[in-house]
């Protein structure tokens, strides 16, 4: 009985030894775009496109490329915005633009023919996030938001960020907002999973807001993976928002969406559920889909839908009023490429969709893209600007019966 | 019309010319000698041009290259990084023991670095070439991730850096130092 033990204790010691290596050797996490690709992809060289370090010349944007609708017409409004991500416009009739990795805030002053671009900040933690109110504009990013007071005044001299909310987790993947004012005044942003696919701490994964004297925080949705993008229908005033679904689960699926907040602590799913019909291949046994609330639309696999936008301006078609505008940025995990257009979403009388169809497209050519449309923005006449990260330029569309 | 900075279009001969006060360092043609600065020859086109925007933007900080980007303008960045791109890499004479570069081979693995930089560590696009670049750069821009003050573009290396310990920062080093240094692939 001893020898027994003695010797089961040495091959266990054994064991132990030989597997000691083996542990050391456990595999480090993978890069957050990376995360939860199966090993039947590990040879996939699919991985996200390099975003160019500088904005394209007007000479190499072929804005004649963009198909709009007949009566529409597309014009190159700005360039040489590097990184150009959201717009808002401020009440003197700046538009502020922000950017992502350029980690820069623009402003650009209208002068008739063509547009100044300033720099009024840089070396921000990717500020994907701006909004304005009452002569001050508000940037967000990744762990905090501040304001530029009377920036309007001081475009060559911008007065100091002042902190309006720093307490915001520091993760970089998906940390990057949106950020806007809600109908309730509140400051409405996104704080996006740390990851591909993961059960996210508590703080992650939801749609946020805050008074805008950063008191008040609470959370408006949960189970939300990354929204970069959401508007308030101009009747019913609920919440609309585009989601990024997680990657590495196939050219097909899941599919991205587009929702609605009915009421506040929702959640959508993620990460045990996707696009409301299919459980995650992990995180979503034992879970049932019926348990969380399902998208209004889905908008397509791997599409990337960043902005969000209700068209009521003057301009376009009565047709157009209070349909909302997905700016889709376009897709990397997926073999053919998809998304890289405008889409328009008609809303019927219950709140759902009616119609889904292309509004602008033409950035994705064959195979090769030459620019990536994120957030929209519509100007003061009603026309409608389409800022695109890639190319760092802003175009103009606009509608003559 | 429109205005706003032109975009450059990259001029490799403006970019040679450019290029002279960067020589004493970074050495004729971009492949430096001195242990602690990087050779730039053969780096991929949009990581060369990235890094110079940021130390412009104080995203990066050097003491000896903040002053120089300080000034430089978008078509000037555009040149230097299209001038670096297209110089033959050469080996740096770096002493490699080779007990830790085989730690490091395993560590590489176990980290994922070829994910973004690609079998040979050659890098592309954004992300810069490791192989045969300077042991003593390497593991001082790894130690930097690991403090989160190196900036990365978008936290990829900051996130990837944290579990790193020292010995894990040397091995990987004299791993990524002792490849050859295989110029990134042209975009």
Redesign the interface.
Known sequence: MLRITLASVAVLVALALALGPLADAQQAAPPPWKQGQPSNMADSTLAPIAQPPAPKAAGEIPVDKIKVPAGFKVSLWAHGINNAREMVWGDKGTLFVSSRVAGNVYALVDKGDSREVKVIAKGLNLPNGIAFKNGTLYIAEVSRITKMVGIEDKLDNPPAMEVVYDILPRDLPHGWKHLAFGPDGKLYFNIGAPCNICVPPDTHANLSRVNPDGTGFEYVAHGVRNSVGFDWHPISKRLYFTTHARDWMGDDSPSDRFDVVMRKGQHFGYPYCHAGDMLDPEFGKGKSCNDYVKPILKTGPHVAGNGVEFYTGSQFPAEYQNRAFLAQRGSWNRSKKIGFRVMMVTIDAKGGVAKYEPFAEGWLQGDEIWGRPVYTRTMKDGSLLIADDYAGAIYRVSYSR | ?????????ADLEAGQRKSEPCKACHGADGNATIPGTPSLAGQPV?FT??QL?KFR???RKDPQMTPFAANLS?TD??DL?AYYAAQRPQPRPAVTDPAKVEVGR?LAS???CV??HRPGLTGH??IPRLAGQDLAYLVKLLRGFKAQTAGD????M???AQ?LSEADIENLSHYMAALPPVPAPPR
């Open positions: 019309m429109t205005t706003g900075a032109p975009a450059p279009t949009f041009h990235w925007i933007d104080g995203r978008d960045m555009a990084a395993q176990q980290h994922h994910s973004c696009e954004q573009l978008d936290g990829t900051t996130t990837a579990p």
